[in-house]
């Protein structure tokens, strides 16, 4: 790097904490919402005879790609100010790439944004027909490799599976990851019923890992009903809402309990938007039944939590709010959350965290790696922010948080 950069990046540092940002340094932003301005507009990346499908109500509309939950948010889901207006037309939030450069991006000083889609991510696991659900996961790939991966080299690609078509899925991934701005695996739930640790979906991690793309699974959204709660049947958008800790907590489980680390030891996974303070209490249960009934699991060689320090991470939004800042603190700590977890703003929702909010939740000697270095790690990118991803795509980190560099569980209380 030369001294000029080097001269010029301090200089920005100091105008942004004169201006009372706490965190100057560059930014990977984990949970960047796209999508596209109308249903039109992907259907020239689908075959023929499935946009004669999709086309075929004729004057009564198109067949839609996603549908809703049912649980609404009584102020919207997205924020005020992302919906872009193009030609007078009002547009779908997320839709416009100048938008987000002019909100995100360039603002946030954002090195790389992982695009992770909208409603439709959420409605694919639910779509009961397994080859239509193949080629609109198929025309998604496309389209965002035209329309978004080809505008900024800030942003990366979420390789979206079928995961009610395995077959397919592989296929897929091998297919789109030849594209290197395709960086992860991407899904919202299992869709063929079982959750996603099941050996049904064996065949697509083992496809992941074999390509170094890392498995995103992102829960809730308003396009699909991907979850419910443990009891049954919910009635109200707070419970959807406050409630996707628990698909967060049956994913895990049933990745380790299914030794999916164990077959495919390359494989990692990052969880997001589901919070994160519900993960050191769970893995204290999950440990202590593993050693209570181990012989049930003779495919596991060690304790849930090691798996999750080395294979598992969490995006940071939403960021729980206790009632007083160091009681969530105290809570990450027990997680090693500065290793654990990485940083998301879920743009353009109404929720958005954006890179002051968070460092304002977080010890000031955490921001570099929540904001930045853990996200570099586990992509295996350069964590010089002029270096480019590794073009092989490793994800095994050189600064991995192995178990011998874990604290003592009994001493120190932490669980990771």
């Known amino acids: 790097m030369s001294t000029d950069v080097i001269v010029t ?7 942004l904490r004169e201006r009372g940002q706490l965190y100057a340094g560059p930014v990977i932003d984990t949970d960047v919402h796209h999508t596209w301005p109308s249903q039109e507009a992907l ?5 023929r005879k499935w946009r004669e499908y999709v086309e075929s109500p004729g004057s009564a509309g198109l067949i839609p790609f996603s549908g809703s939950s049912g649980y609404f948010h009584p102020h919207g889901f997205k924020r005020d100010d992302a ?24 603002p946030f000083r954002i090195r790389k944004a992982l695009l992770t889609y909208d409603e439709a991510l959420f409605a694919l696991p639910g779509i009961p027909n397994p080859y239509f659900a193949s080629e609109l996961a198929r025309a998604m790939n496309d389209y965002t490799a035209d329309q978004w991966l080809s505008r900024d080299v800030r942003l990366a690609g979420s390789l979206i599976v079928p995961t009610q078509f395995p077959e397919q899925a592989v296929a897929e991934i091998k297919r789109s990851s030849r594209n290197p701005q ?40 308003s396009g699909g009903n991907n979850y419910g709660a443990a009891g049954g049947a919910l009635n109200y958008y707070i419970e959807f809402h406050a409630l996707g800790i628990e698909t967060m907590m049956t994913h895990v489980a049933s990745f380790l309990l299914n030794g999916i680390f164990d077959r495919f030891p390359k494989f990692k996974v990052i969880f997001v938007e589901g919070g994160i303070a ?15 009934s181990w012989r049930e699991q003779p495919q596991l060689s060690r ?3 090691e798996y999750v320090a080395e294979h598992v991470r969490l995006s940071s939004q939403p960021l729980e709010l206790s009632p007083k800042r160091e009681q969530m603190i105290k809570m990450m700590r027990l997680m090693r959350a500065d290793r654990v977890v990485l940083f998301s703003s879920d743009y353009p929702h109404w929720d958005t ?7 304002k939740k977080l ?54």
């Not at 990046?9 to 105008?15: I, L, M």
């Not at 939030?93 to 991006?105: F, I, K, T, V, W």
């Not at 270096?387 to 095994?396: K, L, N």
């Open 9 to 15: 990046r301090r200089v920005e540092e100091f105008a």
């Open 43 to 47: 259907l020239p990346y689908m075959a």
């Open 83 to 106: 919906f872009p207006v193009v030609s007078g037309r009002r547009q779908k939030a997320g839709s416009n790439y100048e938008l987000m450069r002019d909100q995100l991006l360039d």
């Open 182 to 221: 395709f960086v992860q695996v991407i899904t919202a739930g299992g869709g063929l019923g079982p959750p996603l640790g099941h050996p049904v979906y064996h065949p697509i991690w083992e496809a992941a890992a074999d390509a170094d793309l890392p498995l995103c699974v992102h829960v809730g959204g």
């Open 278 to 292: 519900w993960l050191p209490t769970f893995l204290w249960q999950l440990d202590e039944a593993y050693k209570r």
């Open 303 to 305: 304790l849930p939590s």
């Open 353 to 359: 965290d954006d890179v002051d909010y968070v460092a």
């Open 363 to 416: 010890p000031r000697d955490w921001l570099g790696r929540v904001y930045h270095d853990n996200a570099c790690e586990f992509y295996g990118w350069s964590k010089d922010p002029g270096g480019e991803a590794d073009p092989s795509r490793s994800t095994s980190p050189s600064n991995e948080v192995t178990a011998e560099e874990l604290p003592d569980v009994e001493q120190q209380g932490d669980i990771l």
